[in-house]
Structures are given as C-alpha cells and as structure tokens.
C-alpha cells in the first residue's frame, strides 16, 4: 500500500473566502446529531486529499453558478484513531448493526475517509438556510435498504422537491468530476456523501494521527472516565 504524505492532504477551510464552502465540521462538536460526543478536536480541520479536493471545489462553484447555493461540507479526513472513538460511543455501542454488511459505518482503517478520500457534504442557501434534503446530514436509519432508509438515494418515497435539491448536489458533484476526469462514487446508502472509488482508495493505506504533524491531527483524546 501507498502512503499520502500529509502535504497532499489540503484544508478546506483555507478555500472559503474564494468559493462558495462553508466548514461545518460536525464531529468536533459535542452536541452532533449521530455521536452526541466530540469526536475529533475543537480546533480540528476539514482535511481532503488533493484529488477529491479539486472535485469538491468545482462542484461548489458549478452549484453557485446554476442554483445560487453554497457547499456546507460536514466531514473528509476520518483518522484510525477518530473512527475508534466512533465506535466506542455509547450511540454506536446501541446500534452495533451499523457495523454489519451492509455497513452504515466502517470500522477503523476502511473506506474512503481515513485516506481523505470521502467527503460529506449539504447545501445551503446565501441566507444561511438549510436546503431540504429529505434528512439531515448523517442521519442513520435502522434498516439501509432503499425502502427503509430516507437517506438511501434511491429511497422511493421522497418529494419532489427533495428529489429536485439532491438532483442539484449530485449534478454537480458528477459535473465537476467529469470535467476533472475523475472518477467518483456517489455512496448509495447516503446522499451526502461522495467519494473516490475503492479501486483508487485501496491502494493507500489509511492514515492515523501518528502520521500527521500536530496541527493536523484530528481525533479527539477519550474523555476520563
């Protein structure tokens, strides 16, 4: 497996005075909506590699141009060592089925995020309203078959307006990536969340904080007991 030098890992953050980006990392957040506990760092950053990073930027500015709305990017780079604290909270310890195929959560090490290679994102409008997407962001349902689960992208049951806001996320997203000439998944299970393919994502090996410098580093320490 390859290694990402951290260098190739860009903050997002550093983008939003020039497009149209607002961070809104969830996770260093005590009161998010999955977890209910911080899971990374107050002063964490959202960290994208490179690749997914310029899909992620175009896209942003191809949806302004169309629609007038904003990217709310919620999560990238999760570390081993974040992923850990994921599954040791009480919500997850609950729910242990969303670690069972098919996954609603990975176990530390897998998929895209700890590679930088997954981003979760939402729109808004210039006014700071949220556009309606049927769920909010990370919204876990028991059962992830389409028919079940809201946040499924070929959930049967949404509303035309809803169909219509997520056609507009996942047009420009595919848009950005085509023009790029990078390929991209759009995950199934979730509206949000965009990524780089596994064929790509599994050649690198996931990163911990260990192999990040100080200021880049993301998990949280556990709370004392």
């Given amino acids: 497996m390859k290694t990402i030098p951290p260098e190739q890992l860009l903050p997002m953050d550093s983008f939003a005075g020039e497009y149209p980006v607002r961070i809104a990392l969830d996770y260093a957040r005590a009161d998010n909506l999955l977890f209910g506990e911080r899971i990374y760092r107050p002063d964490a950053r959202l960290w994208l590699h490179k690749i997914l990073a ?20 919620h999560d990238g780079l999760r570390t081993v060592e974040a992923q850990q604290r994921m599954i040791e909270t ?7 089925h969303w670690l069972e195929e098919p996954r609603l959560l990975s176990p530390p090490g897998a998929g ?6 997954a981003i979760d994102v939402s729109l808004e409008t210039e006014a700071g309203e949220t556009v309606d997407m049927g769920t909010p962001f990370d919204f876990l349902a028991e059962d992830s078959s389409p028919e079940a689960n809201p946040a499924h992208r070929e959930h049967p049951f949404l509303s035309p307006l809803v169909r219509e806001n997520r056609a ?32 790509i994502y599994e050649q690198y090996a996931p990163l911990s904080d260990a192999d990040l410098p100080e200021g880049m580093r993301v998990a949280a320490r556990p709370s004392p007991l």
């Fill in 168 to 199: 507009c996320l996942d047009a420009s997203m595919r848009g950005a990536a085509e023009k790029l000439d990078i390929p991209l998944l759009p995950l199934p299970q979730e509206w949000w969340d965009f990524r780089l393919p596994r064929e």
């Fill in 54 to 73: 310029e899909v992620v930027l175009e896209a942003s500015r191809l949806c302004h141009a169309a629609h007038g709305l904003l990217f709310v990017l």
């Fill in 112 to 117: 895209a995020h700890p590679r930088g290679m």
């Fill in 90 to 96: 009480r919500r997850v310890r609950d729910n242990p």
